[in-house]
């Protein structure tokens, strides 16, 4: 039966409807089937129950994996245990391969051994690398043992590359020709194939000691006559290529910048060992893009939805330690000032004003600062130039909005002093705020840390102390 793929959203959110509706009346049958003493009650209940199965396991099989894995994402744990039981065995690796990890542990913890084995040894090598680490070791070993040399090799090279490489995401599935055949032995060659690879759209070109040569593109060899030679329409100049052990953060950028589909990888004597494909990177791309989301708010690793309370509370309480801890550093500026504040109540109103604007513009320029260290477009040199710019930014910011707001409270309280104390702490804090928002991220970076990981936590205490004093500072010195 064909595999449907959902691209629109509406659809998708159909299919979970539709699942989701099978699944109550499920429940709904079974409740009312045991409510009931009827003759034959247990009969009925197996028939209403086989069924509602049936109806269910006929939806599954008609989607694909990824659709499947997003579904099972949305259902609450029994719903989502339920219907991972009926979702066919050939398809379970796929779908493991496309749920988030933190899904992927509450199905692999319902798996025993020998289903695990069977899941795996239906894996590419490349796929099997990316799910080793979430499989008991003696799994893994029992799989490499059923595998052949060539296999067993290609899954040990793709686990050996650390993650975040090019080696880690490359796949052994390709196809390569000799420069001196022509193009109808290619053709011929390749009407041997069941199927291509997935997004096959050139041929890696290889001498006969398998080092790269250069690449034939399926249009050069539709196009061309059948007996001019490989080596006669190959490309073998400005050719992109990686290395297993580039970052693979750069690998995605020369995909995006040159409009690629698929790259070789290359080792370091010219041997052709694997292929980047652009499914792979669009892969790392949403994952970085979650983890940078997830990390600016101080997550280190995405969460399932349903999971047990105690596994949320350890992910998420190591950054709400810190906020607190901060938060009642705060409270302590705020205290400095309890005389200030009781002698001039305007202040308790105004000061959330300060501390409010300096924490959206320090994440504002964290969020650029550290979207340019993804990009790869900040060296360290650009240091200096790069903090003169936001403080640049963020003087005529506060003399502007703070000027705004100056007035305003100067005519609210009737207190020109006021107004311009507003005006110098907003123009100042924002100052901070640019500073910090740049050198956060940088320092991070420099020190080995993730870049996003609780900058907007930390942002937002520093402008909030720092908002808070210099409000307050300077409306003791200048106003009492």
């Not at 289903?115 to 795996?120: F, G, H, N, Q, T």
């Not at 995401?169 to 390569?176: A, R, S, V």
């Not at 055949?181 to 006969?208: E, I, N, Q, S």
Request: aromatic fraction near 6%; charged fraction near 25%.
């Amino acid at each position: 039966m064909s595999q449907s793929k959902s691209r629109d959203p509406d659809v998708l959110h159909r299919h979970l409807r539709d699942v989701q509706e099978l699944l109550s009346r499920q429940r709904l049958v079974d409740e009312l089937v045991h409510r009931q003493q009827m003759p034959h009650r247990d009969l009925v209940e197996s028939i209403t129950h086989k069924q509602n199965l049936a109806r269910l396991q006929r939806k599954l099989d008609r989607l694909h994996p990824a659709d499947i894995a997003w579904i099972l994402e949305t259902l609450p744990l029994a719903d989502r245990l339920f219907v991972w039981e009926l979702v066919r065995a050939d398809k379970d690796g796929d779908i493991l391969l496309e749920v988030s990890d933190a899904v992927r542990a509450s199905l692999l913890e319902t798996m025993d051994h020998y289903a695990l084995k069977a899941m795996a040894l239906g894996l590419d090598a490349d796929e099997l690398a990316d799910l080793a680490p979430d499989l008991p070791p003696e799994v893994v070993q029992a799989v490499l043992a059923a595998l052949d040399q060539d296999e067993q090799a290609h899954v040990r090279e793709a686990m050996s590359y650390p993650e975040g490489t090019v080696g880690a995401l490359m796949d052994f599935d390709l196809i390569k020709v000799r420069e001196q055949v022509t193009l109808g032995a290619v053709l011929r060659y390749l009407r041997r194939f069941g199927a291509l690879p997935d997004h096959t759209d050139k041929l890696f070109v290889v001498d006969r000691e398998e080092r790269f040569r250069g690449l034939l593109t399926l249009e050069s060899l539709l196009v061309n006559a059948p007996e001019r030679t490989v080596s006669e329409v190959m490309k073998s100049r400005a050719v992109v290529t990686f290395r297993p052990d580039d970052d693979a953060g750069a690998a995605a950028q020369a995909f995006e910048r040159y409009d690629l589909v698929s790259v070789p990888v290359v080792s370091e004597r010219d041997r052709v060992i694997g292929r980047l494909t652009v499914d792979d990177m669009v892969d790392y791309i949403r994952e970085e893009s979650e983890a940078e989301i997830l990390g600016n708010v101080g997550l280190r690793e995405e969460e399932d939805l349903f999971a047990p309370v105690i596994r949320s509370v350890k992910n998420r309480w190591a950054w709400l330690a810190v906020n607190l801890i901060t938060a009642f550093v705060a409270s302590r500026v705020i205290d400095l000032f309890e005389d200030s504040i009781g002698q001039l109540v305007a202040l308790a109103a105004l000061m959330p004003i300060v501390a409010g604007i300096g924490g959206n513009a320090g994440n504002q320029t964290i969020t650029m600062i550290v979207r340019a260290i993804a990009m790869g477009q900040v060296e360290s040199a650009a240091l200096g130039r790069l903090l003169r710019k936001e403080l640049g930014v963020a003087l005529i910011n506060g003399l502007v909005w703070g000027g705004v707001v100056g007035v305003l409270a100067g005519v609210l309280y009737g207190s020109p002093g006021l107004g311009l104390v507003m005006i110098a702490a907003m123009t100042l804090n924002l100052l901070l705020a640019a500073t910090a928002g740049v050198l956060i991220p940088l320092l991070r970076q420099r020190f080995g840390g993730d870049p996003a990981l609780g900058s907007s936590v930390l942002i937002t205490a520093l402008t909030d102390s720092g908002g808070f004093f210099i409000f307050l500072g300077l409306a003791t010195l200048l106003l009492l």
